[in-house]
């Protein structure tokens, strides 16, 4: 079962977002699926997870269709009742002779909650080496933040690659984000062992939809797109000195090999303008990433119909290439060493 998740490769050694925390009521248990394996995930009195195949040992109900009783799990199907760790305590067509209870457990994954998510550590033989990504700035002084959900019609690298990209935004996200015109962009691309930071020189740069609110006292733009091994990205956008700024950090999780839930994080730092700003932004924003639900649907569906990528690269590809590279690189040989840490100058136009 689940081709996908065998196929992966070093790739499912990683934490994966399932859900935003609040989400994961105690009642009520949830059915994720990450790399084709239906999960699910359930809460405990004392506030602590549990995350765990879903499916009963019994005649394999899906626990996630059960309920939470005394800090069990129980299947909705003869009412077989589980403990946090995936073992059967109860069988309610044994009776007394609890001895007759088969002690095999249901594969449970390590969970932690972090940064208003639930994280899974899907690695099969290795157990967590290292933390969840640290989403940004949620604690720091001016900043306001909320999390987007959004379910897209393609893979993880497509995705990535996608929100790294500045040449699709005068396309995709024509007089929404930036409109062309034809201005050169010169930027630094760097691929080190796992992550690829892009950091652009265009200070006079404008995005957004308005000037005033992002920035208006035309203050310099730093911007810089970096991705984090397997599937996180960070786009920054910071004026002045920290004096404001706009963030979109992505995790992204996949379901199928075809379909990818995308937890995005936007952060925003607006002066006195923060607390009203949040209204027009999540609109805004929402917008923005349904034109890419678009392009990236129907992408996707003519990768699939071509069945191969015979792509052909300009130098504001380059990011993508060494996504791909890296990507590729743990799915296929994570044996031999990553592929050698470059640093490269390109220049485009939007
Ligand atoms: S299938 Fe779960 S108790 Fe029978
Ligand atoms: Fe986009």
Known sequence: MSKMYESSGELVNHWYAAG???????????????????????????????????RCNHRNAPLSKGRVINDCLVCPYHGWTYNKEGQCVEIPSEGPHSERIPNKKIVSFPVKEAYG????????????????????????QGWHSYYMETKFSNTVTDLVENFMDVPHT??????????????????????????????YDQPNDSIGFSGWLVNPKG??????????????????YIFGENERGFIITSTCTPISPDETMVYTLISYKFGWLTPIAKMGLSAYTRKVINQDVWIMDIHGKNIRKFGETDYHSTQCDFMHLYIESLREHAVKDSKKLSPEPIIKDIEFWV
């Open 20 to 54: 935003q925390s609040k989400a994961i009521k105690k009642t009520k248990p949830q059915l994720v699926t990450i790399f084709e394996k239906p999960l699910v995930i359930w809460r405990l009195k004392d506030g602590s997870l549990s995350v765990m195949l879903d």
């Open 219 to 236: 203050l310099p733009m730093k911007h810089t797109d970096n991705f984090y091994m397997p599937n996180i990205t960070r786009v920054d």
């Open 117 to 140: 998510l639930v994280w899974v550590w899907m690695g099969k033989d290795k157990s967590p080496n290292s933390e969840p990504f640290e989403m940004p700035v949620m604690k720091e």
């Open 170 to 199: 005068v396309f995709v996200h024509k007089g929404w984000f930036r409109d062309r015109k034809q201005i050169c962009i010169n930027a630094k691309v760097e691929r080190t062992a796992d992550s690829v930071l892009v950091s």
